[in-house]
Each structure stands twice: as structure tokens, then as C-alpha cells.
């Protein structure tokens, strides 16, 4: 069984600066997508980036992006430009190549201050 | 707006009690997936239903069953409610390879209270 780890409950980070959360799984699995998700406040699960297993290239959109370091499974997500409207519940998740299900870590509460 | 539907939106009731949660997935998405997310559980799956049929069971109870339709949308019953059913409950969509591959989008949920 895949399991997703969050060792970060709760981060927070001024407005217009960087932060890195954090994400290790465990899988035997070779082939697999991992996933970003935000939930703010509103509790609506909204994806944020993508990346496939097999691709060597880090995923970016806009201004998240992820250190993806699958020899160690870690799977990080990096803000840019930090604003208020990412104050949010962030969750790492995983599928594997064969799977059906998402599975996801606890969770990361993000709080950008002004 | 991710484009996938849930109704309700908000829901209270008893325990012992019976609810439907209705959920239409993106259109043209043939994979419909449920998740429970609870604040002692986090968010676990559920079940996935593709094209009318089941193809994963997650962590769902007996008390629980679901079913998606010819026009595929899919719902949820939940039965002799109890007090930790409590939940947000999270339809997702995906365009509909049977392996869950495809990026599932949420749907805004369905918050069930059990008084």
C-alpha cells in the first residue's frame, strides 16, 4: 500500500516571498502521477500541478513548481511570489500506474501574511 | 469552477437516518470517483464507478453504497447514519481510462452533519 507523508502541519510566509512544502511517499511502484491540491477556505479540492513518474523534467505552472526527487520519493511544492489568496489547505496525493484511488498526505495549512 | 456538480451542498440530519448525495461529472468524464474527508480520517476514498460500472472499492462501509447512471452522473446513499459519518463528502471526475490515471477534479462537496 502507498502511503503519503506531510511533515509539515502548518507553515506560513510573508506575501511576495518563496515557500517549499514538503512530501515523501512510499510506493513499490515504478510507473505513477503525484499530485498538488489546494483547499482554501471555501473547501474546494482544486488542483495546482501534476507530475508524471516518468518524466525527469519538474512540473511548473505559473508560479508553483516541484522538486521532484523520485530515488528519495519526495515530491515538493514550491511558491513563488506568495499571495494572500494562497492562504490554503495544501495536500500532496499520489496514483499509481495501476490504481484507481488518490491517496493523500494530512495535509499542509499555509497561512501568507501581508 | 471545475465542472463537476454536487448537491447538496449542505445537509443535516439524524442518526439512524438515510441520505442521497448526487453528484454530475464533467462533461464528457466517464470515471466518477467519491471521497470522504473527515477531520480524524483525512481525506480517504471511497469507490469509482466508470461508465456504469464499479471499478474500485476503498475504505466504504456496508452502510454506504453507490451507483452511477446511463447519463453519468453517480450517487451516494448513506444509510443508518451515525454521528462519525459526519463529513465532507467530495465527488471527482476524470475524462475515463478505467485506471485512475487521468487528473480527478473536485467537485465543491457535500458538508453532512449527523445530529
Known amino acids: 500500500a502507498q502511503t503519503v507523508t506531510q511533515s509539515q502541519p502548518e507553515m506560513s510566509v510573508q506575501e511576495a516571498e518563496t515557500v517549499t512544502l514538503s512530501c515523501t511517499y512510499d510506493?513499490?511502484?515504478?510507473?505513477?502521477?503525484l499530485f498538488w491540491y489546494k483547499q482554501p477556505p471555501s473547501r474546494q479540492m482544486i488542483l495546482v500541478i501534476r507530475?508524471?513518474?516518468?518524466?525527469?523534467q519538474n512540473a511548473t505552472e505559473n508560479r508553483f513548481s516541484v522538486n521532484f526527487q523520485k530515488a528519495a520519493k519526495s515530491f515538493s511544492l514550491k511558491i513563488s511570489d506568495s499571495q494572500l489568496g494562497d492562504t490554503a489547505m495544501y495536500f500532496c496525493?499520489?496514483?499509481?500506474?495501476?490504481?484507481?484511488?488518490?491517496?493523500f498526505g494530512g495535509g499542509t495549512r499555509l497561512m501568507v501574511k501581508p | 469552477d471545475s465542472g463537476v456538480t454536487q448537491t447538496p451542498k449542505h445537509l443535516i440530519t439524524a442518526t439512524g437516518q438515510r441520505v442521497t448525495l448526487r453528484c454530475s461529472p464533467r462533461?464528457?468524464?466517464?470515471?466518477v470517483y467519491w471521497y470522504q474527508q473527515s477531520l480524524d480520517q483525512g481525506l480517504q476514498f471511497l469507490i469509482q464507478?466508470?461508465?456504469?460500472?464499479?471499478?474500485a472499492k476503498g475504505n466504504i462501509l456496508e452502510r454506504f453504497s453507490a451507483q452511477q447512471f446511463p447519463d453519468l452522473h453517480s450517487e451516494l446513499n448513506l444509510s443508518s447514519l451515525e454521528l462519525g459519518d459526519s463529513a465532507l463528502y467530495f465527488c471527482?471526475?476524470?475524462?475515463?481510462?478505467?485506471?485512475?490515471?487521468?487528473?480527478?477534479?473536485f467537485g465543491p462537496g457535500t458538508r453532512l452533519t449527523v445530529l
Open positions: 471527482a471526475s476524470s475524462v475515463g481510462r478505467p485506471q485512475g490515471t487521468d487528473t480527478q477534479y
Open positions: 510506493t513499490s511502484e515504478n510507473n505513477y502521477y
Open positions: 507530475q508524471e513518474a516518468y518524466k525527469q
Open positions: 496525493a499520489f496514483i499509481s500506474n495501476a490504481g484507481n484511488m488518490l491517496t
Open positions: 462533461s464528457g468524464d466517464l470515471s
Open positions: 464507478y466508470y461508465n456504469g460500472e464499479e471499478r
